[in-house]
């Protein structure tokens, strides 16, 4: 007998369990249904958790999976498991959440403990930005490849490194922290760290209301139409886009200032891993081709003759689900 595969079956019932993902971020939560394609069955998100403490916070996640989970006529054993995304530190080991600055609590939270012992199925816990690249190895711009790294640029800076097929998170679970690695000691930039000079304090969303005002405190001027009384502090990504597009000489040197950050912290990653592939994600990529040209060049210019194989560096093509996709897709790491 000759077993055809069966095709039209949207949720994979008689193949693979689908896999749960909880995307846990400052803005909005995502639980989601994930098949092992990487492809969302359902999902809901919703705003109202920021503000909420831990304990209403994990209520709400077991609430969302458990609807999901009768809304699509499932039961508990038809998923694989959960896995959840953190915008935060986290001990893997022990899915111990240690710090956030993008909500309230969560500091040494039991926080994998809290929503397992609601199911009966694996529940895992790790850093958004662990889950976003390992979203982008399984089903985006890393397919294929064996290691790579993945930053994302927006707000702040996250990364993850996927080393032989698996991430490497260190002896905490914390490893990747490129935006707190320093890259100008001479910078008044303060992190959120604290320490001056932090990658995120020079080149990422946090950075361009200091480096707008610093542009034109030494005399450039701006051709974007800002009120006598402005407030820097609103300077994000789209109104340097938009200045750069406009031919506005403060937005080209703040893009060219953030693009030479990124290409130095690029050759150190080249320089520390010897990757055949680095990704570039987040916000600020809408910066497009000429940021991410200059990213390329400053990196070219400083890794010069000390380039033996193919090293690609591309943008991040897995889009706004990556991190709901990527924390369900950790149960199949
Ligand atoms: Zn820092």
Known sequence: MILLPVLNNPYNYNMEK????????????????????????????VYDHVGKDEIKIVDQITGLIRQLISKNGLAESDLKGIGMGFPGHVRYKDGYTLTTSNLKGFKNFPLRHSVAKHFKIPVLLDNDANAQAFC??????????????FLTIS??????????????????GTAGEFG?????????????????????ACACGLALPHLFKKKIAEGMRTT???????????????????????????SASIMKECADYIGIIVYNIFQIFNPPLIILGGGLCCWGCSYLEHVRRKFKELARDMIFDRIDILESSAGGDAGLIGAAALLLE
């Open 180 to 200: 707190h690695t320093i890259v100008n000691p001479e910078s008044d930039l303060v992190c959120t760290c604290g320490n001056k000079g932090c990658l995120m």
């Open 224 to 250: 974007l139409p800002l009120d006598a009384d402005f407030d820097y502090s609103k300077i994000d990504g789209k109104m340097i886009k938009q200045g750069f597009d406009s031919g506005d000489p403060v």
């Open 136 to 149: 982008e190895f399984k089903f985006g711009t890393g397919m294929g490849y064996e290691s790579l790294i």
């Open 155 to 172: 707000t702040g800076i996250g990364a993850g490194i996927i080393l032989d097929k698996k991430l490497y998170r260190g002896i905490t």
């Open 18 to 45: 689908l896999l749960c993902g909880v995307d846990l971020g400052g803005t909005k939560l995502s639980v989601g249904l994930i098949n092992t394609e990487g492809k969302i069955q359902d999902k809901f998100t």
